[in-house]
C-alpha cells in the first residue's frame, strides 16, 4: 500500500511541478521596483518539486523488494498541518511574512515531533528571519514584513 501510493504520489508531484514551471513562464520577469520577478519562486519551486519527485519514484521502485509494513494513516496530524496553512495563507498579508511564517512553522515542526518544542521555536525564528533578509536585502524583493500594527 505504502510502496504504491508513494508512486502515485510521486508522479502527480512530478505534474504539480511541471505545471509549476510551466505556469511561472507566463508571469511577468521583474516587477518594479525589484531585481527577483514573481517568476523567480515558482520556477524554483517547480523545479525542486520535480526532482524530489523522481527521487522519491526510483526510491519506491527501489524497494518493490521489500517487505511492506502496514502503517496506520495519521488524519490528526495531517488536519492540523492543513489548517495551519490555511491559516498562513490567510493571514500573510495582515500580519507579514516573518511572524505568518513562524507561527506556521513552529505549529508543523510541534505536531510532528512535540517534545523538541525549544529546538522548533530556534529553528522556525531562524529560517524566517533568514529568508526574510536573503530575499528582501540581499535579492531586493519584496514580502509583507511587519504588520502595521506592529
Known sequence: MTIKFDRIASVAFLVVGILFIV???HLSSTSYGSVVGPDIFPFILGIILVLLSIRLFFE????LGEGEKKEPLQYKPFLIIAAATLVYILTLEIVGYV???FLFLFICFQTM?????????IISAAFSGVVYFIFVEVLKGTLPGWPIWF
Open 113 to 121: 515531533e512535540r517534545s523538541k518544542w525549544i529546538t522548533s521555536l
Open 60 to 63: 519506491s521502485a527501489a524497494s
Open 99 to 101: 511572524i505568518t511564517t
Open 23 to 25: 505556469g511561472s513562464r
